[in-house]
């Protein structure tokens, strides 16, 4: 708060994300124009439980303070490795687009007594992690604050990051939504924005139309998660760190559950039936329970839960927060490979556990996990492959793959390369290393790693088992002859496919919750009465992957009229679908092209988007006879198999091109 250039106020520990803006000016160019440097002071909570969250928001950081307690009763420094690997990461992730960063290390409350740290180990941490400098502060005396504010000042190299061309107008639009957040509004269509910003700026809007330039700057400031763009019902959060807050909590209440299986049920989950600081709750209900499907839907995005379908109803779970003990932890019998690892361990193990699961040729469920370990089945050949998490240090992991005897050569190779890939990307890649563990295979005796290295060093490709004599390859895998029929390359590439295909599908399954609750619907279906079942199979599959259909059969509530409903939701549709079948068009049909025809009309005339889609269905054996307004607009012919008449509609519907979930092998 301080630093910000608020006073001091006690408070309490605090929670979830906050983001200030710590300063604001102009700089003058050599070629006249302005330049703002704007500087945003992203506050993320400490605590462990907050880590699995947080650390997702570590992209383009140009400076980081990492703050420790100095009075701290226990370790003043416990967390310092944590973040210093975890920023470290994320710039590996960022790659060329990264920008410079300073990291500065701040002892907090300095006036507590002294900190209860030796020099001597603080200047051996500065120098290990390349910090740029140390701060003993004390915010309610005032201590090195204004030296502090100083080296971020000086820290930060403007020429080195990117800069966003705009002119006042750009301005207006980003000082109007900023003004709509600090009022504390939590959400807000971006429609009722726009109207807001032209009732505010009525000298700007009166005679021309700013929606295209409003929407874009809309995107800017999302692009520093100021605001939050939702998947459905148009909203933009205008308070998206309550999305930390509420995923913090879905996961704590996970890591509470009493048999330790570190679930909680999606209906418990979307109707915030959980723990959480009433302070840090949303109190309107309505409001709530569209952030709840947000924060659900953010958490199978980032793959940090991995929903489970069980006869009692749908669960999220999280591998990270299993406080089940493994009884043959920490030494599995059919350990053959250990991966050691820098990096943010628990985001690292947690998001590699639902990515095997969602790979296609491995599979799991809650009672196959524990306490940093998860076992699974081999799809369709047999065999179980398995992993144990041990954390060495802060921020240090040891990840070890075990197998049982029914899983070949070809498995092990698959669940290993997928595995290795996977710290690769998600961990710092110059810090892993894999170590194999050598078996008899005759008696199960294990040869030390010691002896190993030693009869490598001797030129040496076998050993004798000690117990039996046997032979044992000291080969590793990538020196045997191949035995693998695919390469490792293109399984991994495949696997990869397919769980990036699965964590979308469902992320979009919990996106179609928040249409169906903002009845924002994506397309409406018009048909034949006599195609009635056909066209609510494309439905279903449209649902699969997140498009909300509006279909007359599911959205009419008998008693209801027919004409008044359509005219009431057909504004709110934003395409039309207009199927002919074997029968032809229907008597209802006509009519119903004819009033979307009318709103698709009145829609150009405002300049907003409104597709119409002539389907054909199977069946239809002559060529269809259109409607006169139709025959402008290209078809998708459901008769033929390529192009994928399904993606040819998704991407009429959605204006997105490419395979549905489920053109994957195996979905």
Same mark, same amino acid.
């Given at each position: 708060?301080?630093?910000?250039?608020?006073?001091?106020?006690?408070?309490?520990?605090?929670?979830?994300?906050?983001?200030?803006?710590?300063?604001?000016?102009?700089?003058?160019?050599?070629?006249?124009?302005?330049?703002?440097?704007?500087?945003?002071?992203?506050?993320?909570?400490?605590?462990?439980?907050?880590?699995?969250?947080?650390?997702?928001?570590?992209?383009?950081?140009?400076?980081?303070?990492?703050?420790? %307690?100095?009075? *701290?009763?226990?370790?003043?420094?416990?967390?310092?490795?944590?973040?210093?690997?975890?920023?470290?990461?994320?710039?590996?992730?960022? #790659?060329?687009?990264?920008?410079?960063?300073?990291?500065? $290390?701040?002892?907090?409350?300095?006036?507590?007594?002294?900190?209860?740290?030796?020099?001597?180990?603080?200047?051996?941490?500065?120098?290990?992690?390349?910090?740029?400098?140390?701060?003993?502060?004390?915010?309610?005396?005032?201590?090195?604050?204004?030296?502090?504010?100083?080296?971020?000042?000086?820290?930060?190299?403007?020429?080195?990051?990117?800069?966003? *061309?705009? &002119?006042?107008?750009?301005?207006?639009?980003?000082?109007?939504?900023?003004?709509?957040?600090?009022?504390?509004?939590?959400? *807000?269509?971006?429609? !009722?924005?726009? !109207?807001?910003?032209?009732?505010?700026?009525?000298?700007?809007?009166?005679?021309?139309?700013?929606?295209?330039?409003?929407? =874009?700057?809309?995107?800017?400031?999302?692009?520093? %998660?100021?605001?939050?763009?939702?998947?459905?019902?148009?909203?933009?959060?205008?308070?998206? @760190?309550?999305?930390?807050?509420?995923?913090?909590?879905?996961?704590?209440?996970?890591?509470?559950?009493?048999?330790?299986?570190?679930?909680?049920?999606?209906?418990?989950?979307?109707?915030?039936?959980?723990?959480?600081?009433?302070?840090?709750?949303?109190?309107?209900?309505?409001?709530?329970?569209? $952030?709840?499907?947000? =924060?659900?839907? @953010?958490?199978?995005?980032?793959? /940090?839960?991995? +929903?489970?379908?069980?006869?009692?109803?749908?669960? $999220?779970?999280?591998?990270?927060?299993?406080?089940?003990?493994?009884?043959?932890?920490?030494?599995?019998?059919?350990?053959?490979?250990?991966?050691?690892?820098? #990096?943010?361990?628990?985001?690292?193990?947690?998001?590699?556990?639902?990515?095997?699961?969602?790979?296609?040729?491995?599979?799991?469920?809650?009672?196959?996990?524990?306490?940093?370990?998860?076992?699974?089945?081999?799809?369709?050949?047999?065999?179980?492959?398995?992993?144990?998490?041990?954390?060495? &240090?802060?921020?240090?992991?040891?990840?070890?793959?075990?197998?049982?005897?029914?899983?070949?050569?070809? =498995?092990?190779?698959?669940?290993?390369?997928?595995?290795?890939?996977?710290?690769?990307?998600?961990?710092?890649?110059? =810090?892993?290393?894999?170590?194999?563990?050598?078996?008899?295979?005759?008696? #199960?005796?294990?040869?030390?790693? @010691?002896?190993?290295?030693?009869?490598?060093?001797?030129?040496?490709?076998?050993?004798?088992?000690?117990?039996?004599?046997?032979?044992?390859?000291?080969?590793?895998?990538?020196?045997?002859?191949?035995?693998?029929?695919?390469?490792?390359?293109?399984?991994?590439?495949?696997? %990869?496919?397919?769980?990036?295909?699965?964590?979308?599908?469902?992320?979009?399954?919990?996106?179609?919750?928040?249409?169906?609750?903002?009845?924002?619907?994506?397309?409406?279906?018009?048909?034949?009465?006599?195609?009635?079942?056909?066209?609510?199979?494309?439905?279903?599959? $449209?649902?699969?992957?997140?498009?909300?259909?509006?279909?007359?059969?599911?959205? /009419?509530?008998?008693?209801?009229?027919?004409?008044?409903?359509?005219? %009431? &939701?057909?504004?709110?549709?934003?395409?039309?679908?207009?199927?002919?079948?074997?029968? #032809?068009?229907?008597?209802?049909?006509?009519?119903?092209?004819?009033?979307?025809?009318?709103?698709?009309?009145?829609?150009?005339?405002?300049?907003?988007?409104?597709?119409?889609?002539?389907?054909?269905?199977?069946?239809?054996? &002559?060529?269809?006879?259109?409607?006169?307004?139709?025959?402008?607009?290209?078809?998708?012919?459901?008769?033929?198999?390529?192009?994928?008449?399904?993606?040819?509609?998704?991407? +009429? /519907?959605? +204006?997105?091109?490419?395979?549905?979930?489920?053109?994957?092998?195996?979905?």
């Amino acid at each position: 708060m301080v630093l910000t250039g608020q006073p001091f106020q006690p408070t309490e520990s605090t929670h979830g994300r906050h983001v200030w803006v710590c300063d604001s000016r102009e700089e003058a160019l050599t070629d006249g124009r302005q330049e703002v440097r704007e500087t945003l002071l992203w506050d993320l909570a400490g605590q462990p439980g907050y880590r699995l969250i947080h650390q997702l928001h570590l992209s383009e950081v140009a400076v980081a303070l990492v703050v420790f %307690d100095a009075r *701290s009763e226990t370790d003043p420094l416990a967390g310092v490795r944590h973040w210093d690997r975890a920023l470290r990461q994320a710039r590996q992730v960022s #790659g060329s687009a990264a920008v410079p960063l300073k990291k500065y $290390l701040v002892a907090a409350r300095a006036d507590r007594g002294g900190i209860s740290v030796s020099r001597e180990r603080i200047e051996a941490m500065l120098r290990e992690m390349g910090f740029a400098g140390y701060f003993e502060t004390s915010a309610k005396e005032g201590w090195k604050i204004q030296d502090l504010i100083a080296a971020i000042r000086d820290g930060i190299d403007w020429d080195k990051l990117p800069k966003v *061309s705009s &002119n006042e107008l750009f301005q207006t639009i980003k000082q109007f939504l900023l003004d709509e957040k600090k009022s504390g509004r939590l959400l *807000s269509t971006a429609d !009722e924005l726009y !109207e807001r910003f032209c009732q505010t700026h009525a000298e700007l809007t009166a005679d021309r139309d700013l929606r295209a330039e409003f929407d =874009t700057c809309v995107g800017r400031v999302e692009s520093r %998660d100021l605001i939050r763009r939702l998947s459905f019902g148009g909203y933009v959060l205008l308070q998206p @760190e309550l999305l930390d807050a509420y995923a913090s909590a879905m996961v704590n209440a996970a890591k509470s559950e009493p048999d330790g299986l570190g679930f909680i049920a999606e209906e418990v989950a979307l109707a915030g039936q959980f723990l959480m600081p009433k302070d840090e709750r949303v109190a309107d209900k309505e409001q709530e329970k569209l $952030l709840l499907i947000a =924060t659900v839907e @953010e958490l199978l995005r980032y793959e /940090i839960t991995l +929903g489970e379908n069980a006869e009692d109803g749908k669960y $999220l779970v999280f591998p990270s927060q299993f406080n089940r003990d493994w009884p043959d932890a920490p030494d599995p019998q059919g350990k053959a490979v250990v991966f050691t690892f820098e #990096g943010p361990v628990l985001s690292v193990y947690a998001t590699l556990a639902v990515r095997l699961a969602h790979s296609g040729r491995f599979e799991t469920g809650r009672m196959e996990m524990w306490r940093n370990a998860a076992k699974y089945a081999a799809v369709g050949v047999g065999g179980t492959c398995g992993i144990y998490l041990r954390e060495i &240090n802060e921020g240090q992991g040891e990840l070890a793959l075990f197998f049982d005897e029914a899983a070949g050569e070809e =498995t092990r190779s698959q669940f290993e390369e997928f595995i290795a890939a996977h710290l690769q990307r998600r961990a710092l890649p110059q =810090t892993v290393q894999r170590r194999r563990i050598f078996v008899c295979h005759e008696c #199960g005796t294990a040869i030390s790693d @010691e002896q190993a290295q030693r009869r490598r060093a001797r030129g040496k490709t076998t050993i004798d088992c000690p117990v039996c004599d046997t032979a044992v390859s000291l080969l590793d895998r990538e020196e045997r002859p191949a035995v693998i029929a695919e390469s490792a390359a293109a399984v991994v590439a495949e696997m %990869d496919r397919h769980a990036d295909a699965q964590r979308d599908k469902a992320a979009a399954a919990t996106s179609l919750k928040g249409k169906i609750e903002s009845k924002d619907y994506d397309v409406f279906l018009s048909y034949n009465s006599k195609d009635r079942e056909k066209v609510m199979r494309i439905g279903e599959r $449209l649902k699969e992957q997140g498009i909300l259909p509006w279909l007359d059969e599911w959205e /009419i509530r008998p008693g209801e009229q027919w004409p008044k409903v359509l005219q %009431d &939701n057909i504004k709110r549709i934003k395409s039309a679908a207009v199927f002919i079948g074997p029968k #032809g068009v229907g008597p209802w049909e006509d009519l119903e092209q004819m009033a979307f025809l009318q709103e698709f009309v009145d829609r150009k005339k405002r300049k907003q988007e409104c597709l119409l889609i002539p389907v054909v269905l199977p069946g239809r054996k &002559n060529p269809p006879k259109l409607p006169p307004f139709l025959r402008l607009f290209h078809c998708v012919d459901f008769r033929k198999s390529e192009p994928d008449p399904l993606e040819q509609l998704i991407w +009429g /519907i959605t +204006g997105k091109r490419g395979p549905a979930f489920g053109a994957v092998r195996g979905a």
